[in-house]
């Protein structure tokens, strides 16, 4: 049989057939520069998790994971999380080991975010809450690209920019790490990594 959104919907959704639908779990996430905010629900539309704001780093993650994981049903089958992309801000998310290993996180087009809210009644209108709300829907349909960031080294970089570390005052210390850092990801990434 054949997805009728294709091949990366029915790659998505093939761990959700024949299971009901009370024990899948989306984690909708809204990401900001050095904070994000998510909620859970069931995927009949329960809330389990209210919206709740975290920050951008790997404590941030494993509080949002605990506070989710407490309130998980005892026969949850899949927890789907919904990440839209935003610029370079999302991606310590998307890294093997950040979010907890049995969980399914996808990319979220923004584009795909603003058309659902529209889709919701909420065009026009941009908060956190009907963000969640457009990403967990998109989650529920089965949307998204499952991405893992292969380099560890680029979610140190990705968070210490979003934390603004070396920003101004102690720039330089803060360059020559990031540029050290930079030159394992060129490195892996088969490209020399050149410092200024």
Request: net charge positive.
């Amino acid at each position: 049989m054949v997805h009728v959104h294709g091949a990366r919907a029915q790659q998505l959704s093939a761990r959700t057939g024949g299971v009901p639908l009370d024990k899948l779990v989306a984690v909708p996430v809204d990401v900001g520069k050095s904070t994000a905010v998510a909620m859970a629900c069931d995927f009949t539309g329960q809330l389990l998790v209210p919206p709740l704001e975290f920050p951008l780093d790997l404590r941030g993650v494993a509080e949002l994971a605990a506070r989710v994981g407490g309130r998980l049903p005892a026969a949850t089958e899949l927890v789907g999380v919904g990440v839209e992309a935003a610029g370079h801000y999302h991606r310590p998310l998307l890294a093997d080991g950040v979010p907890p290993g049995s969980w399914q996180v996808v990319e979220l087009n923004p584009a795909w975010v603003t058309a659902q809210r529209c889709v919701n009644g909420s065009r026009g209108v941009k908060t956190d809450r009907v963000d969640l709300a457009a990403i967990a829907d998109l989650v529920l349909a089965g949307r998204g690209h499952l991405v893992r960031a292969p380099v560890d080294d680029l979610v140190e970089l990705t968070t210490r920019a979003a934390a603004g570390v070396g920003h101004h005052a102690g720039h330089g210390q803060a360059r020559c790490r990031s540029t050290g850092v930079w030159r394992g990801v060129g490195a892996r990434l088969g490209r020399a990594g050149r410092c200024r």
